[in-house]
T-cell receptor, first 118, second 112 residues
Framework: GAVVSQHPSRVICKSGTSVKIECRSL??????MFWYRQFPKQSLMLMAT?????????EQGVEKDKFLINHASLTLSTLTVTSAHPEDSSFYIC??????????????FGEGSRLTVL | TQLLEQSPQFLSIQEGENLTVYCNSS?????LQWYRQEPGEGPVLLVT?????EVKKLKRLTFQFGDARKDSSLHITAAQPGDTGLYLC????????????FGEGTQLTVNP
């Protein structure tokens, strides 16, 4: 399957600092990437859809100024958690879809990034 | 309300037992996928089903898509400790374009 790589896999930061997480598609071009948040033993919660060359589309309840998304190229999307607080601690996962929007919707996921805010 | 209801949410069984995980909805899906996720990692795609009534097998795993394309099941035969993980169903509704909807997940633990 397609390969999606996420970095860093773990990050610990102090409250009030900003953290950037990168998501790269390694062997294909991803016009659209997705960012999810996951709490322990729970399903994935879609935060936003990242569109190459345009603004991200955020889900209801997700603060766009808090979670900045940039998709500057067809192989890279970044999520920046600004002024992080302990409640932002979570597992963040990106994914990308191979092919056009008319396909079966299969997603390939990154390895995830565990953010801990002290 | 959850668009895709997955059950059971938690399942703990002994090695060698069989199990079935269900994914149900009142909506029709043009496709449905099953993913497996291990702690600290991203989900990995197991299978995609697109045709009503379709059955796919992956070694000891059998996936079925309901005739009306509103539900799906995952059956594992002779479970092994290596099957432990979070199983997620996800689907693309016919009315939602390409947007993927996830179920709540089933946390499976297979004890040796």
């Amino acid at each position: 399957g397609a390969v999606v790589s996420q970095h860093p896999s773990r990050v610990i930061c102090k409250s009030g600092t900003s953290v950037k997480i990168e998501c790269r598609s390694l062997d294909f071009q991803a016009t659209t990437m997705f960012w999810y948040r996951q709490f322990p033993k729970q399903s994935l919660m879609l935060m936003a859809t990242s569109n190459e060359g345009s603004k991200a589309t955020y889900e209801q309840g997700v603060e766009k100024d808090k979670f900045l998304i940039n998709h500057a190229s067809l192989t890279l999307s970044t999520l920046t958690v600004t002024s992080a607080h302990p409640e932002d601690s979570s597992f963040y996962i990106c994914s990308a879809r191979v092919g056009t929007v008319t396909n079966t919707g299969e997603l390939f996921f990154g390895e995830g990034s565990r953010l801990t805010v002290l | 309300t959850q668009l895709l209801e997955q059950s059971p949410q938690f399942l703990s069984i002994q090695e060698g037992e069989n199990l079935t995980v269900y994914c149900n909805s009142s909506s029709v899906f043009s496709s449905l996928q099953w993913y497996r996720q291990e702690p600290g990692e991203g989900p990995v795609l197991l299978v995609t089903v697109v045709t009503g009534g379709e059955v796919k097998k992956l070694k000891r795993l059998t996936f079925q898509f309901g005739d009306a394309r509103k539900d799906s099941s995952l059956h594992i035969t002779a479970a092994q400790p290596g099957d432990t993980g979070l199983y997620l169903c996800a689907g693309v509704r016919e009315t939602s374009g390409s947007r993927l909807t996830f179920g709540e997940g089933t946390q499976l633990t297979v004890n040796p």
